[in-house]
């Protein structure tokens, strides 16, 4: 399966700023998403990172908020705009080789604003 | 909105011993995955899922896809302390590439 490098691995960000998370992938995958995980929480899907064109937010997230590039079919990224500490999450990509396949993940980017 | 509810929240078991848990949900869906997440890492397949009633083995692991499509199961069998995480189930809306997560079990085995 697809290994996905995603950095940082961890951030401490001053509230109002934006943090911007990188996602590679070792190889070329069908799709990419970006979820979110709050402290002892479940995952979350934020968007469905589309090659060449916008992403595809799901409720609640919207693109002023976490812009998404993926500008190939190996890379992508992810910026949280203008943060506040509710936005101390792990955000996690992952990616989908193909239809029989699960989800790979990366490893993370744990982020905590202050 | 959908959401797949996991049982247990949380297990605390002697090394040795066998593990259930199951996943529900009041939908349908197509594939059924399990993972499991360590501290500070991401989320690991451990099992997948594609046909109602399949049973599908990887080592000490088992997980079954429900006959309904609207459960799943995950047992280990003989726990060691490395089993220690949380698990999480993973079900795929129909007709998208999309998955939900369940709730998650944290698991702890005592030696």
């Known amino acids: 399966s697809a290994v996905i490098s995603q950095k940082p691995s961890r951030d401490i960000c001053q509230r109002g700023t934006s943090l911007t998370i990188q996602c590679q992938v070792d190889?070329?995958?069908?799709?990419m998403f970006w979820y979110r995980q709050q402290p002892g929480q479940s995952l979350t899907l934020i968007a469905t990172?589309?090659?060449?064109?916008?992403?595809?937010?799901e409720s609640g997230f919207v693109i002023d908020k976490f812009p998404i590039s993926r500008p190939n079919l190996t890379f992508s990224t992810l910026t949280v705009s203008n943060m506040s500490p509710e936005d101390s999450s792990i955000y996690l990509c992952?990616?989908?080789?193909?239809?029989?396949?699960?989800?790979?993940f990366g490893s993370g980017t744990r982020l905590t604003v202050v | 909105g959908q959401q797949l509810n996991q049982s247990p929240q949380s297990m605390f078991i002697q090394e040795g011993e066998d593990v259930s848990m199951n996943c529900t949900s009041s939908?349908?869906?197509?594939?059924w995955l399990w993972y499991k997440q360590d501290p500070g890492e991401g989320p690991v397949l451990l099992i997948a899922?594609?046909?109602?009633?399949e049973l599908t083995s990887n080592g000490r692991l088992t997980a079954q896809f429900g006959i309904t499509r609207k459960d799943s199961f995950l047992n280990i069998s003989a726990s060691i302390p490395s089993d220690v995480g949380i698990y999480f189930c993973?079900?795929?809306?129909?007709?998208?590439?999309?998955?939900?997560f369940g709730t998650g079990t944290r698991l702890k085995v005592l030696a």
């Open positions: 993973a079900g795929q809306l129909s007709g998208t590439y999309k998955y939900i």
């Open positions: 899922l594609y046909k109602a009633g």
């Open positions: 992952s990616a989908l080789q193909g239809t029989n396949y699960g989800y790979t």
């Open positions: 939908s349908i869906f197509n594939t």
């Open positions: 990172a589309n090659q060449g064109s916008e992403a595809t937010y």
């Open positions: 190889s070329q995958v069908t799709m």
